[in-house]
């Protein structure tokens, strides 16, 4: 009887850890990890926005896992854009949509260690599912982008 016990919790426990998915970033997440990249007075210009557009991304049959962001600002004088970004919604990485650069910032580090520990993706499986982003040419090391405080 003990026996049955003991199979019956094992048993459950397996389907319970084999049960527990790992989820895609939500458009708050996404969004969010965009926030913190650009936290260093950027998100304080006049007007700014970020802007998603999850159709551009299913237009782009080499990267259904990426999801398009765009942020801007109010300039009347000149271009509104500050950047163009695409973030892996499995790994949380953040990606130039233009180049084949992946940013970086302190304050995006902190927020993508968060994002990564809440859908349970440990350092071994990012590790595994990290890669480059779709439009870097094979071969090419990706480049890294560190973003400060905006010079204007």
Known sequence: MSFR???ATFSLGAALTFAVERRSLS???FRGLVRALL???WTK???FAIKDYPEESKRVPYAPNFCVVH???NNPDGRSTI???AIDLETGDVWDW???ARFASPSLSKAQAALRQEIALGSEEYRR???NAPWCRPGQEPGLYKVGRPAF
């Open 5 to 7: 016990v003991c199979a």
């Open 27 to 29: 458009p708050a997440e």
């Open 39 to 41: 936290a260093d007075g």
């Open 45 to 47: 210009l006049p007007g």
């Open 71 to 73: 942020a801007t600002r």
């Open 83 to 85: 950047g163009h970004y």
């Open 98 to 100: 233009v180049g084949c």
């Open 129 to 131: 599912r990290s890669k």
